[in-house]
């Protein structure tokens, strides 16, 4: 009985503390904010995407010269938002990558750009939202279709921050909001080691990050995924609950998936931040779908719609993170003791909770 009171308490207690981390962001939908999620558009996403996806761009491959067709693509949407550049090179932040099959170096880039915070004290912080353009490039052989468009992986992702560029310049957050495309994932997260080598900002200045993965189709191979996405290492950090409440406003369900939520942790972007030490996570509407990895992977498969309701309640998240004096902090889990530790190297040994 007392083993079962203790149970018992300890479920209370946290719920208690799931509800007042909630609570220290404020995800309330005034019409300001709604008029920003009005912005997001099914339609602009699907003209991103049939670009980003197309045969055109070969794949995207790491290095090659679709992926840079891809980088002056999304660098002119940063432009046009009216984004201030974030890179060494405007919105680029060029790297040396290894050419397979060639002793001789090639280039990639990052595309980076800064919606510059308004808060006196908080514009020196910044909150991060992130997807890799990247993907597989073509196959050497073979009959028939042999480019990896990469439509959901992770071109979708890539459209979202591009559209959230669009939907968020207008708004005057307090603390700045990085928008950032990373090459190489698909190579061992190259490029968002390389950012994190070369922040923008000082990394113990970026309160907060959400990468964004295979969030156009929601044909998932567990079954349909509609108004619904998972967060990988949902309980790692406040953030799981930041983004639960903005969902409860826009109508999407945020998860832990019971396996994959803590699998797929280490296996995006989200990782090069986290081992830094900011609460830095992966955002998906699907894990594994039908055409992973397949050539198959075309953009007249996602779901447009569903994807613009996703990226509303990113914006809502982001927003609320990016008004907040509050910064997320890594939980006591235990799987997240390795990010607690590198948290309090980046901020001179002071504790994180």
Same mark, same amino acid.
């Given at each position: 009985?007392?083993?079962?009171?203790?149970?018992?308490?300890?479920?209370?207690?946290?719920?208690?503390?799931?509800?007042?981390?909630?609570?220290?962001?404020?995800?309330?939908?005034?019409?300001?904010?709604?008029?920003?999620? =009005?912005?997001?558009?099914?339609?602009?996403?699907?003209?991103?995407?049939?670009?980003?996806?197309?045969?055109?761009?070969?794949?995207?491959?790491?290095?090659?010269?679709?992926?840079?067709?891809?980088?002056?693509?999304?660098?002119?949407?940063?432009?046009?938002?009216?984004?201030?550049?974030?890179?060494?090179?405007?919105?680029?932040?060029?790297?040396?990558?290894?050419?397979?099959?060639?002793?001789?170096?090639? !280039?990639?880039?990052?595309?980076?750009?800064?919606?510059?915070?308004?808060?006196?004290?908080?514009?020196?912080?910044?909150?991060?939202?992130?997807?890799?353009? =990247?993907?597989?490039?073509?196959?050497?052989?073979?009959?028939?279709?042999?480019?990896?468009?990469?439509?959901?992986?992770?071109?979708?992702?890539?459209?979202?921050?591009?559209?959230?560029?669009?939907?968020? +310049?207008?708004?005057?957050?307090?603390?700045?909001? %990085?928008?950032?495309?990373?090459?190489?994932?698909?190579?061992?997260?190259?490029?968002?080691?390389?950012?994190?080598?070369?922040?923008?900002?000082?990394?113990? !200045?970026? %309160?907060?990050?959400? $990468?964004?993965?295979?969030?156009?189709?929601? =044909?998932?191979?567990?079954?349909?995924?509609?108004?619904?996405?998972?967060?990988?290492?949902?309980?790692?950090?406040?953030?799981?609950?930041?983004?639960?409440?903005?969902?409860? !406003?826009?109508?999407?369900?945020?998860?832990?998936?019971?396996?994959?939520? =803590?699998?797929?942790?280490?296996?995006?972007?989200?990782?090069?931040?986290?081992?830094?030490?900011?609460?830095?996570?992966?955002?998906?509407?699907?894990?594994?779908?039908?055409?992973?990895?397949?050539?198959?992977?075309?953009?007249?498969?996602?779901?447009?719609?569903?994807?613009?309701?996703?990226?509303?309640?990113? +914006?809502?998240?982001?927003?609320?993170?990016?008004?907040?004096?509050?910064?997320?902090?890594?939980?006591?889990?235990?799987?997240?003791?390795?990010?607690?530790?590198?948290?309090?190297?980046?901020?001179?040994?002071?504790? $994180?909770?």
């Amino acid at each position: 009985m007392i083993r079962q009171t203790l149970a018992a308490a300890a479920i209370v207690l946290g719920a208690s503390w799931a509800a007042a981390q909630s609570a220290a962001w404020d995800t309330t939908l005034t019409p300001a904010r709604q008029a920003v999620l =009005d912005r997001v558009d099914a339609n602009s996403l699907r003209g991103h995407l049939s670009f980003i996806a197309s045969d055109l761009l070969e794949g995207r491959g790491t290095p090659s010269r679709g992926l840079d067709l891809a980088a002056e693509y999304i660098a002119a949407q940063f432009r046009r938002a009216g984004l201030e550049p974030g890179g060494d090179d405007g919105y680029f932040q060029t790297a040396e990558v290894s050419v397979r099959g060639s002793s001789e170096p090639g !280039k990639a880039r990052n595309v980076v750009g800064i919606l510059r915070g308004t808060d006196p004290a908080l514009k020196d912080t910044c909150v991060l939202v992130s997807a890799h353009y =990247d993907h597989l490039g073509m196959r050497a052989t073979g009959e028939g279709d042999t480019i990896f468009n990469g439509a959901n992986d992770d071109g979708s992702g890539t459209v979202s921050v591009i559209e959230l560029a669009w939907a968020l +310049a207008k708004t005057h957050p307090k603390r700045s909001i %990085v928008f950032v495309t990373y090459y190489g994932e698909e190579r061992g997260l190259l490029g968002s080691r390389y950012f994190a080598q070369h922040p923008p900002f000082p990394l113990d !200045k970026m %309160v907060a990050m959400v $990468n964004l993965e295979h969030v156009g189709r929601t =044909d998932d191979t567990e079954g349909p995924r509609l108004k619904a996405v998972s967060m990988t290492g949902f309980d790692y950090s406040d953030l799981g609950q930041v983004f639960r409440a903005a969902g409860e !406003k826009v109508g999407v369900e945020v998860q832990k998936h019971p396996v994959n939520s =803590d699998a797929f942790f280490g296996r995006s972007d989200n990782q090069a931040l986290a081992d830094a030490g900011v609460p830095a996570h992966t955002l998906c509407t699907t894990f594994i779908f039908p055409d992973y990895h397949k050539v198959s992977d075309h953009w007249d498969k996602v779901d447009f719609e569903n994807m613009a309701v996703v990226d509303r309640m990113v +914006a809502l998240g982001l927003m609320a993170l990016a008004d907040s004096t509050q910064v997320p902090h890594w939980s006591e889990n235990p799987r997240a003791a390795r990010y607690r530790e590198a948290w309090k190297g980046l901020h001179g040994g002071g504790e $994180n909770r």
